[in-house]
């Protein structure tokens, strides 16, 4: 328990201590009580119908956001914001249930109700008559008598029941939306990749893509956890996520290569991606295509591919490192074998000569989906086909006992011998 001071007590009527002579001159960091005031103020304007609150409250630099809704707003945008909020709810009425500070910082749960029925829509949505009643949490912090931040958690599902966005709960519709979706889920599974498959100790694949999951994703025991090498598609991130979380969570992404088809889930995966130096540019950048030449693909793959690639990839990624050829990552030891891609990298683990290549070679026609024999990646996609050709030619040197490429089926027995004929003759 404190000790109890036998001054005389300085509280004030809202139960902040009054700040002694001179103490404020030694911080700007307000009382209790002025942030107390600056927060009734500002609310009890909003409850009283004021329509310039936000003008009145906000400091020129102050920011918000509401969770759920918009990213980061300017003073500005916070007025403009509200602008529109009445214009569709022109009833708007606010209601204060509590507030609690601490400094600076305050926390206030509140009520709203108003009925969509403006002239305006709000958010893209057309007004519609609907009643809604919704309430929230706002956490501010307070300078000089004036909002410089305000984080705001309002109940949005609460809005978007009320305007009609989502069914009433327990209703038949709510049924029949949490059917549709649940199928759209298991279809997205379906097409989306498969359960991982044992490769090697320590090594799982996972292949995913539509049609024909060709698309080959490796997960490597990296300490704890799993590390990607190479991130398939932009529709097996979730599949990905999921496989990642159940053998320990993903520890990083290390790209084979920067192409749309290898880099698509990465963005979306929430943890640190790794190329080599000669890839960066292109996996932060344009995935390659400043060099692809697609008037070399026949008619078909020219339709089909200029189509997929913008769905398969997901975006660039920040690289937030780099590795070179001999470096060790994962228990494997990277292999620069460029040519399809200027950083195109292969691992290769000496213990039992598994080699994970991305696409150094091929095992299926790009065109067509049909799995076949060893061949040199198709020109159309290549930096360098004949810088390609030496890096298969390299590989074979190695004398892998199992070769895994970047999409379909991998190479083994006399990999070596396979490997050196397509590069001779492909």
């Not at 609690?100 to 509140?110: E, F």
């Not at 979380?245 to 889930?265: E, F, K, S």
């Not at 026949?298 to 920040?318: E, I, Q, S, Y």
Request: with cysteine; hydrophobic share 40%; aromatic share 8%.
């Amino acid at each position: 328990m404190a000790e109890q001071s036998t001054a005389p007590s300085t509280t004030a009527p809202d139960g902040a201590a009054e700040p002694k002579k001179g103490e404020e001159s030694k911080s700007k960091r307000p009382t209790k009580a002025a942030t107390l005031k600056a927060v009734r103020d500002y609310f009890g304007n909003i409850a009283r119908g004021d329509r310039d609150a936000q003008a009145k409250a906000y400091a020129p630099h102050g920011t918000g956001i509401l969770h759920g809704q918009t990213s980061e707003l300017s003073r500005d945008e916070i007025i403009a914001y509200f602008r529109d909020l009445y214009a569709a709810f022109p009833d708007f009425s606010f209601e204060v249930l509590d507030i609690v500070a601490d400094g600076d910082k305050a926390g206030v749960r509140w009520q709203a109700t108003a009925t969509f029925a403006g002239e305006a829509p709000f958010m893209g949505v057309e007004p519609n008559g609907s009643r809604i009643q919704t309430q929230g949490v706002d956490f501010l912090r307070i300078e000089d008598g004036q909002i410089v931040r305000n984080d705001a958690y309002p109940d949005n599902m609460a809005v978007a029941r009320g305007i009609g966005l989502l069914p009433p709960p327990g209703s038949k519709a709510e049924t029949r939306l949490n059917t549709a979706f649940n199928l759209r889920t298991r279809m997205g599974k379906r097409l989306g990749a498969g359960e991982p498959e044992p490769v090697a100790d320590g090594v799982w694949l996972v292949r995913g893509g539509f049609p024909g999951k060709t698309m080959n994703v490796y997960l490597l025991r990296d300490g704890d956890g799993v590390m990607l090498f190479d991130a398939g598609v932009k529709s097996m991130t979730r599949a990905l996520a999921a496989a990642g979380l159940g053998m320990g969570g993903i520890t990083r992404v290390l790209l084979g290569h920067g192409h749309a088809d290898h880099r698509g889930a990465a963005a979306g995966l929430g943890v640190p991606v790794y190329c080599h130096p000669a890839e960066r540019a292109d996996a932060e950048g344009d995935a390659g295509s400043h060099y692809f030449d697609l008037s070399k693909l026949n008619p078909v793959g020219r339709f089909l591919l200029t189509r997929m690639l913008p769905a398969w990839d997901g975006g660039p990624v920040k690289i937030a490192g780099t590795v070179d050829e001999g470096e060790e990552i994962a228990g494997f030891r990277v292999v620069h074998l460029p040519g399809h891609a200027p950083g195109l990298i292969g691992l290769w683990r000496e213990s039992d000569r598994l080699a994970l290549v991305s696409d150094c070679f091929y095992t299926l026609d790009p065109q067509t989906g049909i799995k076949g024999a060893p061949r040199v990646p198709h020109v159309a996609f290549n930096q360098d086909t004949e810088q390609a050709r030496a890096s298969i030619r390299k590989l074979a040197e190695m004398e892998p006992g199992a070769a895994w490429p970047g999409h379909a089926e991998p190479l083994v027995g006399d990999v070596r011998s396979r490997l050196e004929q397509a590069a001779a003759t492909t």
